[in-house]
């Protein structure tokens, strides 16, 4: 069944009606309305605002483009929106789609919402932007590095794409996802996926491209949803976009060279199994113990793990999706394996933010501060975290750190952001703690430290690579060994797959959330995007 009617801006919406399995249920063909079946039925809405072109023209006006890449002002971008409910609430969205986006908030807690934005438009008008070409010369002007690694150019990965696969005029991306709240009142989580250019100047490779947005009371599947998303990536990879270089017409493609997510999104992108389960671990065969209802990774695993490969990871999820049975933590087939010429396993890049700053660094600091012997045994809790905070606010920090250490208490450590903890662990954890604890559950803390400061300089020899790896090694034994198996998570074992993803993709500021924490804390700003965010932003 489908409506169509004339938008209010002068578009066209189209209510499409269809079962989200792509069938009729099995209710509905015993004709019984039941709460199950009522639960599969959506309406996928398009809306096509009359600034849309068709994807089908590579050429963009001077008066179409602009200087930005994304995210300053309002996008002129096309906007597909997909809504998907019940069948009970299609009246309310019907009419809420109606008037102008402005969505009421009986419609806005009851309906979904997945927005695409079109990816070739905002590359179109990057390229026809003055001064593009010059700005994607950074790859040529940058390609002298003596055997170091200063960017994704010098990965292993990289090499391999420009061995037969891309031309000069051709550019790859690196694809990035996680959820956040719009407002710290809202209940309404919404899951961003961005995309960056690799091949321009790091400072502008801030400037994120805005692919799709999830919009849900809880975190969506992204694994079906991101079939979706997929078609658009490989579109750009086969037909490219023709532009203006530097007076000649060139034709470039755009390839996705890496995906950095969380855990929770790599499990689900991948169709793996998470950290509550066996094989949870999605770079290495790792089989995990179950200790306590929860899945642990001792440093000592025996069997020994395998790095996982992407042949080994296809024959895998095919051989569970025809069994039905999970074959070493793959559940099934996964959408990422359609993305062409992306290596599942060495494009899956490490997240530096999520795993060393947001888990393994806060977890340690938690043990140390509640469940580590003090020197003087007088010594409590907070007189600890006040002897922390004094000696944090007397350290000189490199002017590279803009947020000074002492202004949020440890006490608070809470509410601490990524870039915090990464300056935590770097410059101020080992000296602030001298003398309160004993030495042996500071030097873990030191190659914490050590590793984390290598794998994020702008030059990483070998050198340094085969150093950060015997560092995290002997991290992950000395923890074990001072707070048992029970505290070793995965996000913590992960921490021995960063320097083979250094060396396939470059420093973890390349691929890293770091960058991201801030462009995704200030989304509120940016809800006069389009209607649906700004009205979104209040909820």
């Known amino acids: 069944m489908g409506i169509r009617c004339k938008h209010l801006l002068g578009g066209n ?96 807690i009851q309906i979904k919402y997945f927005v695409t934005v079109s990816l070739r438009k905002q590359l179109q008008t990057f390229l026809n932007t003055p001064g593009a070409a010059e700005l994607l010369s950074y790859r040529g002007n940058n390609n002298q590095r003596n055997n170091t ?56 490779r801030k400037k994120i491209m805005f692919l799709a947005l999830f919009v849900d009371l809880k975190e969506p599947n992204m694994n079906s949803h991101f079939k979706a998303i997929v078609p658009l990536l490989n579109d750009l990879s086969k037909r490219g976009i023709s532009w203006n270089r530097s007076g000649s017409i060139v034709k470039s493609r755009f390839f ?20 509550l389960g066996h094989y949870g671990c999605t770079y290495c065969t790792i089989n995990g113990v179950r200790i306590a209802d929860a899945m642990r990774y001792s440093a000592n695993a025996n069997p020994p793990f395998e790095d996982r490969s992407h042949a080994e990871m296809k024959l895998d999820m095919e051989q569970a999706d025809r069994s039905g049975i999970n074959e070493r933590g793959h559940k099934g087939l996964t959408v990422l394996a359609d993305i062409e010429h992306l290596d599942l396993a060495v494009g899956n890049a490490v997240d530096d933010l999520h795993n060393i700053y947001e888990c393994c660094v806060p977890a340690h600091m938690n043990l140390i501060l509640k469940a580590t012997p003090r020197l003087d045994e007088r010594m409590g809790y907070e007189l600890m975290c006040t002897i922390i905070d004094d000696r944090m606010k007397k350290i000189k920090t490199p002017e590279s750190v803009s ?17 915090e903890w990464s300056n935590f662990i770097k ?8 003398y309160l604890i004993h030495q042996k559950y500071i030097y873990p803390l030191e190659l914490l430290s050590s590793f984390a400061f290598i794998l ?42 960063a320097p083979k993803c250094v060396r396939n993709l470059g420093p973890c500021w390349v691929v890293g959330y770091i960058a991201l924490s801030t462009l995704k804390a200030g989304m509120p700003r940016f809800s006069g995007m389009f209607p649906l965010l700004k009205a979104f932003s209040s909820r």
């Open 13 to 108: 919406i189209s209510f499409e009606h269809e079962d989200l399995r792509g069938n009729a249920s099995e209710d509905e063909a015993s004709g019984n309305e039941g709460d199950d079946a009522d639960r599969n039925r959506t309406i996928h809405t398009v809306i096509t605002t009359p600034e849309s072109s068709s994807d089908e023209e590579d050429h963009v006006s001077d008066d179409e483009g602009g200087d930005n890449l994304v995210f300053d002002g309002s996008l002129d971008f096309p906007l597909d929106i997909v809504n998907y409910c019940t069948m009970k609430d299609s009246l309310i969205l019907d009419l809420a789609l109606l008037v102008r986006h402005h969505l009421s908030y009986e419609a806005l």
């Open 149 to 204: 690694i200063c960017d994704i150019f010098d990965g292993r990965e990289y090499k391999r794409l420009q061995n037969g696969i891309t031309s000069s005029n051709d550019f790859t991306l690196t694809l990035n996802v996680d959820a956040c709240k719009m407002s710290m009142a809202s209940k309404l989580k919404i899951t961003p996926v961005f995309l960056r250019l690799n091949e321009i100047n790091p400072q502008l």
């Open 256 to 275: 996705t060279i890496c995906f950095c997510v969380d855990a929770k999104a790599r499990a689900q992108l991948l169709n793996m199994n998470s950290h």
């Open 403 to 419: 947020r000074k250490p002492g202004v949020t208490s440890i006490l608070n450590r809470g509410s601490y952001k990524g870039n």
């Open 427 to 434: 410059y101020y954890a080992v000296p602030c703690l001298q």
């Open 456 to 497: 994020s300089q702008d030059k990483i020899t070998e050198e340094d690579l085969l150093r950060s790896e015997r560092i995290i090694s002997e991290y992950l034994i000395r923890f074990e060994e001072l707070y048992g198996i029970a505290r070793t998570r995965l996000n913590m074992h992960a921490l021995v797959h």
